[in-house]
T-cell receptor, first 113, second 112 residues
Framework: DAKTTQPPSMDCAEGRAANLPCNHS???????VYWYRQIHSQGPQYIIH???NNETNEMASLIITEDRKSSTLILPHATLRDTAVYYC??????????????FGKGTSLLVTP | DSGVTQTPKHLITATGQRVTLRCSPR?????VYWYQQSLDQGLQFLIQ???????AKGNILERFSAQQFPDLHSELNLSSLELGDSALYFC???????????FGPGTRLTVL
């Protein structure tokens, strides 16, 4: 399984862009990068995913390096409600097409006024 | 609201007991996943069912079992409970392709 490495915590001022890095240097060619977040013991929430191209949706942008060894999640205008633990996950495909998500420790993002 | 429901919200029980956690997936989703979140282990994948059949297994103890019924709801059974089983248990569901998982609000289990 490809492991991911994220900083344990980050701060961001409200209204500024939050850039959350993730290292996944052992990712294999058919593994996707997923981002989820968890707000204070609520169920995790899907944010975005990608394979090799950059992706954008209404929540965030995902920038994946050309060698796919790292990625950055960008929240363009962080709000206080974006304070959460952010998980970068490389999707594990198990036998019989099971799609388990292996959550690591994530990055605790604190958005300050 | 993810569309995934879990009952009960909270459960307090004693060591050695057995409990059943219930999950109703989003309408149309065939896959159901169970995850455990404890303070020391973080979020861990337990098991996945797809349309009634077990599809993948993670770090699920032998004292734990799950099933998915014809109406696609799922139950997680935890028996011979120990103090260390105290945790948040999340259910998630996804469509057949398993791309995006939608998580329920969780069941908080406390074993005394």
């Amino acid at each position: 399984d490809a492991k991911t490495t994220q900083p344990p915590s980050m701060d961001c001022a409200e209204g500024r862009a939050a850039n959350l890095p993730c290292n996944h240097s052992t990712i294999s060619g058919n593994e996707y990068v997923y981002w989820y977040r968890q707000i204070h013991s609520q169920g995790p929430q899907y944010i975005i995913h990608g394979l090799k191209n950059n992706e954008t949706n209404e929540m965030a942008s995902l920038i994946i390096t050309e060698d796919r060894k790292s990625s950055t999640l960008i929240l363009p205008h962080a709000t206080l409600r974006d304070t959460a633990v952010y998980y970068c996950i490389v999707r594990v495909v198990l036998p019989n097409s099971g799609y388990a998500l292996n959550f690591g420790k994530g990055t605790s993002l604190l958005v300050t006024p | 609201d993810s569309g995934v429901t879990q009952t009960p919200k909270h459960l307090i029980t004693a060591t050695g007991q057995r409990v059943t956690l219930r999950c109703s997936p989003r309408s149309g989703d065939l896959s159901v996943y169970w995850y455990q979140q404890s303070l020391d282990q973080g979020l861990q994948f337990l098991i996945q069912y797809y349309n009634g059949e077990e599809r993948a297994k993670g770090n699920i103890l032998e004292r734990f079992s799950a099933q998915q019924f014809p109406d696609l709801h799922s139950e997680l059974n935890l028996s011979s409970l120990e103090l260390g089983d105290s945790a948040l248990y999340f259910c998630a569901s996804s469509g057949g392709g398993g791309d995006e998982q939608f998580f329920g609000p969780g069941t908080r289990l406390t074993v005394l």
